[in-house]
């Protein structure tokens, strides 16, 4: 038989994986500020195999309109900023020799646009996330009451379950806002 508290905490889980989804999304969503965190998904060939930039260069925020690369072996200079160059950020390196410059230039209106709506769909796949991990949880309650639970428990824990599942929408929604408010800021 389902036991009911392995039923929600199964269900919490699968939520809270979307909501790590969530921020690990938005994270790579620039908002106009220089951060590190817009290299994470940029990989390079380091002797064959491909790791992130962090693995290969010290990375460093100097100001708010800048990052620098500086790589431990002079030979992924031209390697990472190719990486860069291919990637979909949009950005131009510039390389001195030393180090490796990132200029994020300051965000146009309609650029700003795309990225809240590219935000406001991560929001969305991390929402359908939560509610197929309530509807998941809802198919195993009723399974549940076939293999003998209380058709009275079934209902509280359906209750719990639409606590839980509001809880996590309004977290995806506070952080959709906050970012869109991040995104949007001059």
């Known amino acids: 038989m389902v036991d009911v508290k392995t039923c929600l905490d199964n269900a919490q889980e699968k939520m809270d994986m979307a909501i790590m989804y969530l921020e690990e999304a938005l994270a790579h969503i620039r ?3 220089a951060s590190t ?3 994470d998904g940029i990989r390079v060939d380091s002797y064959g195999s491909m790791v992130p930039i962090s693995n290969v260069a010290a990375l460093t925020t100097p100001d708010a309109r800048s990052i620098t690369i500086k790589p431990w ?3 992924m200079f031209r390697i990472i900023e190719k990486a860069i160059i291919d990637s979909d950020l949009g950005i131009m390196p510039e390389n001195n020799g030393e180090v490796i410059r990132i200029g994020i230039p300051p965000l146009t209106e309609e650029r700003r646009k795309q990225l809240a709506k590219q935000c406001k769909a991560e929001g969305e ?3 359908v996330s939560v509610r197929n991990a309530r509807r998941d949880g809802i198919d195993m309650l009723k399974k549940a009451v076939k293999d003998g639970l209380a058709e009275d428990e079934q209902k509280n ?3 719990k379950l639409q606590k839980i599942h509001d809880k996590y929408i309004k ?3 506070d952080m959709l806002a906050e970012k869109d408010k991040e995104i949007m800021t001059v």
């Open 31 to 33: 908002a106009g500020k």
């Open 37 to 39: 965190r817009l290299l």
């Open 73 to 75: 072996d002079k030979g």
């Open 125 to 127: 796949t991390a929402k």
């Open 157 to 159: 824990a359906e209750a």
């Open 171 to 173: 977290q995806i929604d």
